[in-house]
């Protein structure tokens, strides 16, 4: 937790992403593994209490941590809007879904899809090529670049090298490199 903090202190953003990762968290999915536990969608559906009960328990938990935050990323980047009126009602400032991330406050989006590459034991080099020239062209446009990075994709050779190269080709192309709580500081971006 200590590593966390010195982070968070250095600028780091911490993000809430979700409150319940056992493997069955609605109750509704029957017997899955830990390797579909990724998978799960807890936010997706949620309307405004549900979603709301979650955040107030997890924000419980952040807080006795020393962690608090008013970020959100869902679990499979997938926010139901019962989940984003939820969350400004608990106050959270950013909330980043697949497709854009919503500054609850001024109700300002910035669009910009999630780049990154599957889950799983192989990825296909196709997968790792498709990350790099998405990240070329978005960049190109200007408009929002967003690099999804789970930690086991560094320690494989070729994923970390793609993810690499697409951080490179981003700010080759003049993106700047910028945290979900920093956006709110930029004009929104269109894509």
Do not use: K
Not at 16 to 44: C, I, K, N, Q
Not at 153 to 181: E, K, Q
Request: hydrophobic share 45%; net charge positive.
């Amino acid at each position: 937790m200590r590593w966390l903090r010195q982070r968070r202190d250095h600028g780091d953003a911490v993000l809430m992403h979700g409150y319940d990762h056992t493997a069955d968290p609605l109750g509704a999915w029957g017997s899955y593994t830990v390797t579909t536990l990724r998978r799960r969608a807890e936010f997706a559906t949620l309307p405004a209490h549900e979603a709301g009960l979650r955040l107030h328990a997890a924000n419980i938990l952040l807080e006795r941590l020393d962690l608090c935050t008013d970020a959100f990323v869902p679990p499979r980047w997938l926010a139901s809007p019962g989940t984003r009126r939820a969350l400004q009602n608990h106050g959270y400032r950013v909330c980043a879904d697949a497709t854009a991330v919503h500054e609850l406050r001024s109700n300002q989006v910035y669009r910009g899809r999630v780049l990154g590459l599957a889950h799983g034991e192989r990825v296909d080099p196709l997968w790792c090529r498709a990350m790099v020239l998405g990240a070329a062209r978005t960049a190109r446009r200007g408009a929002l670049v967003r690099i999804a990075v789970d930690a086991a994709d560094l320690a494989r050779g070729g994923r970390r090298a793609a993810l690499l190269d697409a951080v490179d080709i981003a700010l080759h192309h003049g993106a700047h490199p910028s945290t979900y709580l920093q956006l709110g500081a930029q004009p929104a971006l269109a894509a």
